[in-house]
Every structure is written in structure tokens, then in C-alpha cells.
């Protein structure tokens, strides 16, 4: 369960059951109930405004990761590319008739990004 859930279902369980206290211990239960049933709606308004925070939270976090995997896979790309040039540049120097590789284009001089 999500933790938004978790603050929700505490929050109205304790609310019912403060409000079942107070009709049981007050001698005035309209003005008890009604306080405990206040209560009750804060803390579920409370539990929607946090729902919405952490569905932000939660996008934020995919949209990083979305962002990540594609920079991770760019990389890999990259050296495999690199690593793919120089075999290719070392079997041209083994057999003379092969034509050169191809030039590199900006930025992937080295194994590592720029």
C-alpha cells in the first residue's frame, strides 16, 4: 500500500473511533461527534493534498529515470561504436585492399562521452 493510503485509513480510523470515545464518555454528543467528524474530514483533505504531492514525487522520479536510461543507453552506444572503429581501423591495417573506416563524428574521439 502507498503511504498516502495508509495516512488516509489511520486518519479515519482514528477519527471514528475518537468519535465513538467521545459519544461514549461526553454528556454533550452533538458537540463531540461533530468535532471528531471535523477531524475526520481534515485528515482525509490532508491525505488528498499529500496524494497529489507524492503522485508529483512519483512522476519526477519516473521521468529521471526515463531520462537516465536513455543517457545510459547514448553512452553505451557510444563506446560500442568507438570500440567497433578501432577493430575496424586494426583489420584495415592487417589487410591492405579494405578501404578505411569512416571518420568519427564530433565528440567521439574516446570511450568516454564529451
Excluded: C
Aim: proline share 7%; hydrophobic share 40%.
Amino acid at each position: 500500500m502507498e503511504p498516502v493510503l495508509h495516512v488516509t485509513l489511520i486518519g479515519g480510523l482514528v477519527a471514528t473511533a475518537g468519535g465513538l470515545l467521545a459519544e461514549v464518555n461526553a454528556t454533550d454528543t452533538l458537540s463531540q461527534g461533530g468535532l471528531w467528524i471535523g477531524l475526520a474530514g481534515l485528515i482525509t483533505a490532508m491525505g488528498s493534498v499529500v496524494q497529489k504531492y507524492f503522485d508529483d514525487k512519483q512522476k519526477d522520479r519516473d521521468h529521471q529515470i526515463t531520462r537516465l536510461r536513455i543517457v545510459l543507453k547514448t553512452d553505451q552506444n557510444r563506446r560500442v561504436l568507438v570500440a567497433d572503429h578501432k577493430w575496424f581501423g586494426e583489420i584495415v591495417s592487417r589487410i591492405p585492399g579494405l578501404p578505411p573506416p569512416p571518420d568519427l563524428p564530433e565528440g567521439y574521439d574516446g570511450d568516454e562521452p564529451s
